[in-house]
């Protein structure tokens, strides 16, 4: 299939199009400006606060006359541009795919041959995120604002997150735990190459970094091939030592210490203390740098009463070791022995995230920013996803869908479907479903191992549960022909073998609303399954809401990553600061509603996967589950990421 660079067929339409948009975009820019000045946000209300009446009242009037007159000037422009604009969304593609190619050890091209089939399984990283990036005016009305600089913040924390070596850590106290980290921790135990489960040496006394030893961490050692199956980006093991090692650390760690070391208050900066961090503390979700990323790899709380032993400044190992590998033979030690996978509150998008699914990347010029951020981390990306006009849809669109994506694995084929029963507010955006189909590796036999993704939007009216249920209808039967249509298994083609299928998105609506029953019950959920979801009605305990109390949004107890993550990790923290279902009972406020109210908040972003239609005698897992806080302040969702083990046939003999 052949994937669109461009967003018409060829350069006279671009060219029109162009034209077209230059005469649109200031009566569109004027209106935009003048609506949102009279919705302030709370976080602008709070600016306003100590200046005096005088000033506000003064910038109104006299801004106001002139956008006012300056929009009246630009509508006869509009209205030409309109006209020419509008018959060409006719010739428009759905979609804008963008490629930058890398050539490093993290290129599609190279990932592709490190998985073949065999060996222990493989596993994948997915993360969606509703980013509410509107033109400014509509994103007031969710309380954020400055579309534009957002979209570029978003780009750098995504990234900066997600690029991060992968962090496990291994508890070796038995009585602490409790562990948050910045990206997912699964407690494992290192494996060596004869198979034999070994403790890693060193240990780490309550620190609140582990210092990132630049491409030795990254890459690995400079010997040796990587394990089958393992990821080239290793992920940093770590070991935690607690008061019931005697002797400091164990006598293999001498022999190891030339290995890499990472040592706790370097530089002379007093203990749980990260050197050179000149940010305050909690704001570790803003990375702006490479090199503050890399100093906020981990955060190790340490109960006060754990008993570890060490000086400040003691010298701890670390051995990279291929992700993969470890997770599937060694034993692992987990924080929730009650579930079968790991699940947190992270403060970080998780590190060597493979696929990004996003929602309501509405602004055409805060999609621009978006892409060229996460092109530092992510090679194919599809943006602009949707319909303008009354092209393939019942009513005018004057947005698109919103969706976007981004994906490290080279993406095959693509299609896009606009629900054609959107009504009233969400009419007027082209709402729909993303269904791609993605490489993430070949068989000795020179068979594709191929992985399907599809993201959506769903209707977001709270009394509309007929129209979402219909919607969801459709997401299934198009699934379903675009995995047909896209099956491959001729004798020149040889069958492609199916490693997951995952579904991702704001489905608008929760699994605890009494309002909700209707989609709770739909048939989307025999067939996919929802970690987070024990039946209809009932979530799992530590499932939380998604969707933030966007009065609340900028309160120094959440505005940053840390903070955020801290009052979700507490049941009156989310209680205060998450969105809960309307409440029946008469003349009850906010929060007196909030306490009547059972429950974890509304979740209404979602991550399902299917363990059936797949490669046969292949199994899908999730390994891992996060809810992250690390875009506090920037949008009124909680992105949430998984892990999906994909075990081959061959491990399972």
Request: glycine residues 10%.
């Amino acid at each position: 299939m052949v994937l669109y660079t461009a967003p018409f067929p060829n350069s006279c339409l671009s060219a029109l199009h162009a034209v077209s948009w230059a005469l649109l975009f200031p009566c569109y820019w004027l209106v935009d400006r003048l609506v949102a000045s009279f919705i302030p946000t709370t976080c602008k209300k709070r600016q306003r606060a100590d200046d005096p009446c005088y000033l506000q009242l003064l910038c109104t009037v006299l801004f106001t006359p002139v956008y006012l007159a300056l929009l009246v000037a630009s509508l006869p422009f509009a209205f030409v541009g309109f006209l020419l604009w509008s018959p060409l969304q006719s010739a428009r593609r759905p979609y804008i795919y963008s490629r930058l190619e890398d050539k490093g050890p993290a290129g599609g091209a190279t990932l592709l041959s490190e998985w073949k089939g065999t060996g222990p399984g493989k596993s994948f990283c997915f993360a969606t995120a509703n980013l509410c990036l509107l033109p400014d005016s509509l994103a007031r009305l969710n309380n954020v604002f400055n579309t534009q600089a957002r979209a570029k913040e978003i780009g750098q924390r995504i990234r900066n997150g997600a690029s991060r070596p992968q962090i496990k850590i291994y508890i070796d106290s038995p009585t602490n735990t409790s562990i948050s980290a910045a990206s997912f921790s699964s407690l494992v135990s290192p494996q060596g190459s004869d198979g034999v489960a070994r403790a890693v040496p060193g240990s780490i006394k309550r620190t609140a970094s582990v210092e990132y030893k630049g491409d030795e961490a990254a890459n690995g050692p400079a010997s040796g091939e990587p394990a089958e199956g393992s990821n080239l980006e290793d992920a940093c093991i770590v070991r935690i030592g607690g008061g019931g090692e005697e002797g400091g650390r164990p006598p293999e760690a001498e022999d190891a210490a030339t290995g890499g070391q990472a040592r706790n208050g370097a530089g002379g900066a007093p203990q749980g203390q990260m050197p050179n961090h000149s940010q305050r503390d909690g704001d570790s979700g803003s990375l702006g740098s490479p090199s503050a990323s890399r100093e906020s790899l981990v955060k190790v709380r340490a109960a006060a009463d754990s008993g570890g032993s060490g000086e400040p400044g003691a010298t701890n190992s670390k051995l990279p070791y291929k992700a993969s590998g470890v997770k599937k033979a060694a034993a692992r030690k987990r924080r929730h022995p009650d579930e079968a996978f790991d699940h947190e509150v992270s403060a970080f998008f998780p590190a060597n995230l493979d696929f990004l699914c996003l929602q309501e990347v509405f602004d055409k010029r805060a999609a621009a920013k978006l892409k060229d951020q996460l092109h530092g981390y992510f090679e194919y990306i599809l943006y602009d996803v949707g319909v303008y006009g009354c092209q393939g849809c019942c009513s005018f669109k004057c947005l698109n869908s919103g969706l976007f994506f981004a994906s490290r694995y080279p993406i095959m084929d693509v299609a896009y479907h606009c629900y054609p029963n959107g009504r009233r507010s969400d009419g007027l955006a082209s709402k729909g479903a993303l269904f791609l189909k993605v490489q993430v590796g070949s068989t000795p036999q020179d068979q594709r191992i191929v992985g399907y993704i599809s993201c959506t939007h769903l209707h977001a009216l709270p009394e509309d549960s007929a129209i979402r249920c219909e919607q969801l209808d459709l997401l299934q039967d198009w699934l379903a022909d675009f995995r047909k249509s896209t099956s491959s298994s001729s004798t020149a083609n040889p069958e492609e073998l199916v490693a997951f299928d995952v579904i991702c998105g704001d489905f608008n609506f929760d699994n605890c609303s009494s309002d909700d029953k209707l989609e709770q019950q739909h048939s989307l959920f025999t067939h996919y399954k929802d970690p987070c979801r024990l039946g209809p009605g009932e979530e799992k305990s530590w499932a939380i809401g998604t969707l933030l109390d966007t009065d609340n949004l900028y309160d120094e107890e959440v505005c940053t990553p840390d903070n955020l993550q801290k009052v979700l990790e507490s049941e009156e923290g989310r209680r205060e600061y998450l969105a809960f279902p309307t409440s029946k009972s008469p003349g009850v406020g906010q929060k007196g509603r909030k306490d009547l109210l059972k429950g974890n908040g509304r979740r209404i972003d979602y991550m399902l996967y299917a363990e059936e239609g797949l490669c046969p005698d292949w199994k899908a897992e999730v390994e891992e589950f996060s809810f992250i806080t690390q875009l506090s302040g920037l949008t009124d969702h909680l992105p949430v990421a998984m892990r999906l083990m994909v075990s081959a046939g061959e491990e399972e003999a």
